[in-house]
């Protein structure tokens, strides 16, 4: 059938909205959202103001479908996403074409999915031309593309059994961010708001800490502002800095080998707290002859160039990395604390970043960054801490892709009929 058999209502392209108008009003999903987001739910966005007559027709509804109308790169181009839910209405940016599916004929999941598989892809890049500069879709031509989807109750079960792996996922997801806010929360307690201290001058007991652990923060300021006893200090003072390379890549022997190798593109796109994967790899040969090296699991690497200057993460193993990244790694076997440590100060690293075309972080500026030090002993309780959270972090990021990378591999075997879904689901219970 034509995909536009399918449809509830013709599709629709999005508004466009200037952007000194935007930042109040309904939320306004963009590109970034659909690129940044497979599932679209709750997700933050950008705003803007619409008519009775925008919202009428440009409010998005759950199980929408929604496709990248142009890309910088014709693999972008029709990149299809799904709202899911969100708790406020949401529209949607004139760079979008919405779907709408008649879900009496066809699960909006299970065409998601289709989408997302190698025959989507193909037929997507069927209807793919090229511009100026900008690779492109028309809602005209993708109404019209063949497909054939096999019935609807074999749809819903595909759609569940490759949703519940997204569910566990996002699951997953939500997980690590609460127990990283938790870590971030507990050092700002103790080492920005100094809460500790203000108890204890206060005369009442610091909360949520034993007395054994209250027992290591002063009871009063000193005369700078920070607790007595500590100090001002050199970023570098507390972190090792480590700088990266990249192999000639002209020679083939130097790439595709077991080595992960992460770039500045790598961190920009990490939306964990840990990096646990990486898009190239090199070989020994690779890494013997050049100036790259390899940085220690727990180092937090920063990019120093770039339209990302300042984003950052964890490596989650032992990885090496290119020069458009520094890593930057505890002196004292406390790389929980030096993660929280630096994800604190890079805002005003990055104001203090300079370049003629992008900002970019320089050891000079690393050099002259500043941070507050406390005393080893509260810096080790802190790292106790904290360390269990992290290692969930890790563990739970590790987890979740293992469940991507099976959803990735059952996607193209189900959508193909190769693979039925009571053996998918044997394969995710021996994975799970």
């Known amino acids: 059938m034509k995909f536009g058999d399918l449809y509830a209502e013709a599709s629709r392209n999005g508004l466009t909205k200037p952007k000194k108008v935007?930042?109040?009003?309904?939320?306004?999903?963009?590109?970034?959202?659909?690129?940044?987001?497979?599932?679209?739910?709750?997700?933050?966005?950008?705003?803007?103001?619409?008519?009775?007559?925008?919202?009428?027709?440009?409010?998005?509804?759950?199980?929408?479908?929604?496709?990248?109308?142009q890309s910088m790169v014709a693999a972008g181009a029709g990149k299809c996403s799904v709202f899911l839910h969100d708790d406020e209405p949401v529209c949607f940016d004139s760079h979008l074409i919405r779907v709408r599916l008649d879900q009496r004929i066809c699960n909006p999941l299970f065409a998601f999915y289709f989408f997302e598989?190698?025959?989507?892809?193909?037929?997507?890049?069927?209807?793919?031309?090229?511009?100026?500069?900008?690779?492109?879709?028309?809602?005209?031509d993708l109404q019209g593309l063949d497909v054939s989807f096999p019935p609807l109750v074999e749809q819903?079960?595909?759609?569940a059994t490759l949703g519940a792996l997204d569910d566990k996922i996002e699951l997953n997801r939500k997980t690590t961010a609460a127990l990283e806010e938790m870590a971030r929360a507990l050092y700002r307690s103790w080492f920005v708001d100094f809460d500790p201290v203000e108890a204890k001058a206060a005369g009442r007991a610091?909360?949520?800490?034993?007395?054994?652990?209250?027992?290591?923060?002063?009871?009063?300021?000193?005369?700078?502002?920070?607790?007595?006893?500590?100090?001002?200090?050199?970023?570098l003072d507390l972190v090792t800095l480590i700088s990266g390379g990249t192999p000639k890549t002209s020679i083939q022997e130097y790439w595709?080998?077991?080595?992960?190798?992460?770039s500045a593109k790598d961190v920009s796109q990490c939306r964990d707290a840990f990096l646990v994967e990486t898009e190239r790899t090199i070989t020994r040969l690779g890494l013997e002859n050049s100036s790259t090296k390899i940085i220690p699991r727990f180092a937090t690497v920063v990019v120093a160039r770039g339209a990302t200057t300042g984003r950052a993460c964890m490596f989650g193993n032992d990885f090496a990395m290119n020069q458009t990244c520094?890593?930057?790694?505890?002196?004292?076997?406390?790389?929980?604390?030096?993660n929280c440590l630096v994800m604190d100060a890079i805002p005003e690293i990055a104001l203090s970043a300079h370049g003629s075309v992008f900002d970019t972080i320089t050891t000079k500026t690393l050099q002259t960054a500043t941070v507050n030090s406390p005393p080893v002993a509260?810096?080790?309780a802190f790292e106790r801490e904290v360390s269990p959270m992290f290692h969930r972090i890790l563990q739970v990021i590790n987890e979740s892709c293992t469940l991507a990378t099976l959803r990735d591999a059952l996607l193209p075997k189900l959508m193909s009929g190769e693979l039925r879904v009571r053996e998918a689901e044997h394969q995710i219970a021996e994975a799970v």
């Open 117 to 140: 598989s190698p025959v989507g892809r193909e037929l997507i890049h069927s209807i793919t031309s090229q511009g100026a500069g900008v690779a492109g879709i028309t809602g005209s």
């Open 256 to 262: 595709d080998g077991d080595i992960s190798w992460a």
């Open 206 to 235: 610091p909360v949520h800490m034993d007395a054994a652990t209250a027992a290591l923060f002063p009871d009063r300021f000193g005369p700078d502002g920070l607790p007595a006893g500590w100090t001002k200090a050199s970023l």
């Open 326 to 338: 520094y890593a930057l790694h505890s002196k004292r076997g406390q790389p929980f604390f030096a």
């Open 378 to 380: 509260i810096r080790q």
């Open 156 to 159: 819903n079960e595909v759609a």
């Open 22 to 69: 935007r930042g109040e009003g309904f939320k306004f999903l963009n590109m970034g959202e659909l690129f940044a987001h497979r599932r679209v739910s709750n997700v933050p966005m950008d705003r803007a103001p619409l008519t009775e007559k925008e919202k009428s027709r440009s409010i998005l509804e759950r199980y929408d479908l929604l496709f990248a109308r």
